[in-house]
């Protein structure tokens, strides 16, 4: 059976999406809790901007390139991607898209604290411009997203995550299929760690 006809019986790529600094790796911790095995490596360690660490997988950055033979020991495990290489994924997988939104403001503030942390220019673009941008390229993402039959998409709302864990551990289990544990999900989502408002 050749590749295209094996998406229909493998289970799908869980695929946790979004901006950098939208909540991505608050949503891998609360999958690995929840009991969905992950596909990450150890090449980027925890840091004061994700002291509890960013659940990467570092093969995902080639997508671009064509290069995916990673995703052969994929299906059936959450891997992180972020926005802006999802077009990169062949067609020849199912997947189930988490998509996780911030408030653009916030993702701003994060990624200029990061910058500043790491000693590199913050202001080269202003908030506005850099805001337009985001906003296009979120467009853009989600009508590519909504255009593809095997991909399944759940947009996940990260501020309102943080307010009540709850309610979307349970969307988040009904979108994978159920059994997940949602008691210990909503215990890995960690306020103390929404620090940019």
């Known amino acids: 059976m050749n590749d295209t006809g094996q998406h229909l019986i493998r289970p799908p790529v869980i695929v946790v999406s979004g901006l950098p600094r939208s909540g991505t790796s608050a949503m891998m911790k609360m999958l690995a809790a929840g009991g969905v095995p992950l596909l990450t490596d150890a090449v980027r360690g925890a840091d004061d901007d994700n002291p509890e660490?960013?659940?990467?997988?570092?093969?995902?950055?080639?997508?671009?390139?064509?290069?995916?033979?990673?995703?052969?020991?994929?299906?059936?495990?959450?891997?992180?991607?972020?926005s802006g290489l999802l077009t990169g994924l062949p067609l020849d997988f199912g997947y189930q898209v988490i998509f996780m939104n911030r408030?653009?403001?916030?993702?701003?503030?994060?990624?200029?604290?990061?910058?500043?942390?790491?000693?590199?220019?913050?202001?080269?673009?202003?908030?506005?411009?850099?805001?337009?941008?985001?906003?296009?390229?979120?467009?853009?993402?989600?009508?590519?997203?909504?255009?593809?039959p095997n991909i399944a998409v759940l947009e996940v709302d990260y501020n309102a995550l943080v307010a009540?864990?709850?309610?979307?551990?349970?969307?988040?289990?009904?979108?994978?299929?159920?059994g997940l544990d949602i008691a210990a999900m909503c215990a890995a989502v960690n306020?103390?760690?929404?620090?940019?408002?």
Do not use: C, T
């Open 103 to 148: 408030r653009i403001s916030e993702v701003l503030a994060s990624q200029r604290k990061m910058l500043i942390r790491r000693g590199e220019p913050a202001d080269a673009i202003p908030d506005d411009r850099m805001a337009a941008i985001f906003a296009k390229h979120l467009r853009e993402v989600h009508a590519w997203l909504a255009a593809q």
């Open 164 to 178: 009540d864990p709850r309610l979307h551990a349970a969307q988040v289990d009904r979108f994978l299929g159920g």
């Open 191 to 197: 306020p103390d760690l929404y620090r940019n408002r």
């Open 53 to 82: 660490g960013y659940f990467e997988f570092e093969p995902v950055k080639e997508l671009r390139k064509g290069e995916h033979a990673w995703l052969r020991d994929a299906p059936g495990r959450a891997v992180k991607i972020v």
